[in-house]
C-alpha cells in the first residue's frame, strides 16, 4: 500500500512570486524509508508541509494537484485526524517543545495525555522511549535548557512515543556530532524496524546512502531524480543539484578516472573495503 500519494502537486505561498513545489508526483510505500534531498530553498521543508496537511490547512497560497495519505485526499481530512497519521520533526528542534512540560520525562508523557492514554502505559512508555533514544540522562531537565542538538533528540523522542504510521523529519542531525548523527540514524532505522513509514530530509549523504530505501532529489521545486540510493547516487546527473556525494563514491570516482576500476561505483564505506580488498586480492 502507498502512504503517500502527490499527483501534480505545485504550491506557492501566500506572497511568493515563484512555486515552491513544481509538478510534484511520488509514492512512498507503506515501511519505506524515503530520503528527500536538494540544495537550500528546493522545497524539501514546503513538500513535508504539504505531507502532513499544513499545506494548504495553515498556509494559505494556491496549491494545485492531489495529496492521499494512507489512500485519503487531505483536502478531505481534518488537520486533527491526519495528526494521528502522520508525526513530525520540524527543522528547528526549538520550535518543537510545547512549552508546557518542565521536564523532558513530561515532555513525552504530553501527547500521550492528550490522548487520554492510561497512565500505567504511559509510563512504560516514556521509560521506553528514553532507553530507546538514549535520552534518560535529561529525563529531569528542562527542555528548554538542552543544547540543540539534545533537543533534537527530544523531538525525535517525542514522536517515536506517538506511534503515528508515517514519521515525517526534516533535517534532524543538523545541530549534532557524528556521534549522535549516528545515534539519530539508529533510532530512524528502529522506526523503520517497527514498520513505520520515514521521510526524511537530510544532508548527509554517508547515511542517505546506508539507510534509505528510496531517494527524491529536489530542485527548485521539482522531482528531478529518483530511485534507489545507487540509482541516484551514480547518476552522473545527481551532483549537479548541490548534493554531495558519499565520500567512497567520489574515493570511486577518483580511482576510476586514474585507471583503477573497482567495478560498481561504491556507496557506503562497507562496500568501498569489500571493493578495494577483492581488488587487491585479499
Ligand atoms: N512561509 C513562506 N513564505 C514564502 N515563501 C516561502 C516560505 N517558506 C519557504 N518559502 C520559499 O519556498 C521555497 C522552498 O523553501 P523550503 O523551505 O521548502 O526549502 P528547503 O529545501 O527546505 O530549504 P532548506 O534546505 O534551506 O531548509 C524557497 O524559495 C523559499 O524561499
Ligand atoms: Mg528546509
Redesign the pocket.
Known amino acids: 500500500m502507498d502512504r503517500v500519494v502527490l499527483n501534480h502537486v505545485t504550491y506557492r505561498?501566500?506572497?511568493?512570486e515563484?512555486n515552491?513545489l513544481n509538478d510534484v508526483s511520488l509514492r512512498i510505500k507503506e515501511g519505506e524509508f524515503c530520503s528527500i534531498i536538494?540544495?537550500?530553498?528546493?522545497?524539501?521543508?514546503?513538500?513535508c508541509n504539504v505531507i502532513r496537511g499544513f499545506i494548504p490547512k495553515f498556509?494559505q497560497g494556491d496549491l494545485e494537484g492531489q495529496v492521499l495519505i494512507n489512500g485519503r485526499d487531505i483536502a478531505q481530512v481534518e488537520l486533527g485526524s491526519l495528526a494521528t497519521e502522520v508525526g513530525f520533526v520540524f527543522?528547528n528542534p526549538f520550535t518543537q517543545i510545547s512549552g508546557i512540560a518542565n521536564t523532558v520525562y513530561e515532555e513525552l508523557a504530553f501527547g500521550l495525555e492528550n490522548m487520554g492514554v492510561e497512565p500505567d502505559v504511559i509510563r512504560r512508555r516514556v521509560e521506553d522511549v528514553l532507553r530507546l533514544t538514549k535520552t534518560e540522562a535529561f529525563r529531569d531537565r528542562n527542555p528548554y535548557q538542552l543544547s540543540g542538538g539534545q533537543q533534537q533528540r527530544i523531538a525525535l523522542a517525542a514522536i517515536l512515543i506517538m506511534e503515528q504510521d508515517i514519521m515525517v523529519i526534516d533535517?534532524p542531525t543538523s545541530q549534532l556530532d557524528p556521534q549522535s548523527t549516528d545515534d539519530v540514524f539508529e533510532v530512524i532505522k528502529l522506526m523503520k524496524d517497527m514498520g513505520r513509514t520515514i521521510v526524511l530530509?537530510e544532508h548527509k549523504m554517508e547515511q542517505i546512502a546506508r539507510y534509505s530505501d528510496h531517494i527524491i532529489v529536489?530542485d527548485q521545486?521539482r522531482v528531478v531524480l529518483e530511485g534507489t540510493p545507487r540509482e541516484v547516487i551514480t547518476n552522473p546527473d545527481c551532483a549537479k543539484y548541490h548534493t554531495r556525494l558519499p565520500q567512497c563514491t567520489n574515493i570511486g570516482l577518483g580511482l576510476k578516472k586514474r585507471g583503477v576500476d573497482l567495478g560498481e561505483l561504491p556507496i557506503t564505506t562497507d562496500e568501498a573495503v569489500g571493493q578495494i580488498c577483492t581488488y587487491m586480492g585479499r
Open positions: 505561498y501566500p506572497i511568493a515563484e515552491a536538494g540544495a537550500n530553498g528546493s522545497g524539501k521543508t514546503t513538500l498556509y527543522q533535517e530530509v529536489l521545486g
